[in-house]
């Protein structure tokens, strides 16, 4: 069974740090493009980062660039969103999604996704 499986998020305070996981089961990840997108209540859908590119660089919303990073461990069959210095605009589910192929598109077609975690940043 292809599964997806995000897990970290909770409640943390504005300049603290959490670290999501996806831990994919069903097929291998490493054939795979990684996206991570949230949504935060009211508002639309919103790709953050993804390991989406033939050349293996990875893509940043703006609105993280220089706090969130996000990595692979193919061994672990895993992907990973580590988020620094949160701020409240950073509420929202977190989830994972995976496309066949080297190079996916950000707002384009993703196969599989996870159901979600929860983040919550408050002061």
């Known amino acids: 069974q292809v599964q997806l499986v995000e897990s970290g998020g909770g409640l943390v305070q504005p300049g603290g740090s959490l670290n999501l996981s996806c831990e994919a089961s069903?097929?291998?990840?490493?054939?795979?493009?990684i996206g991570w997108f949230r949504q935060a209540p009211g508002k639309e859908p919103e790709g953050v980062s993804c390991i989406c590119k033939t050349d293996g660089s990875t893509y940043y919303a703006d609105s993280v660039k220089g706090r969130f990073t996000i990595s692979r461990d193919n061994a672990k069959n895993t992907a990973y969103l580590r988020m620094n210095n949160l701020e409240p605009d950073d509420t929202g589910v977190y989830y994972c999604?995976?496309?066949?192929?080297?190079?996916?598109?950000?707002?384009?077609?993703?196969?599989?996704w996870g159901q979600g975690t929860q983040v919550t940043v408050f002061a």
């Open positions: 999604a995976a496309q066949f192929g080297p190079h996916a598109a950000v707002d384009g077609a993703w196969s599989y």
């Open positions: 069903g097929f291998r990840l490493n054939y795979y493009s």
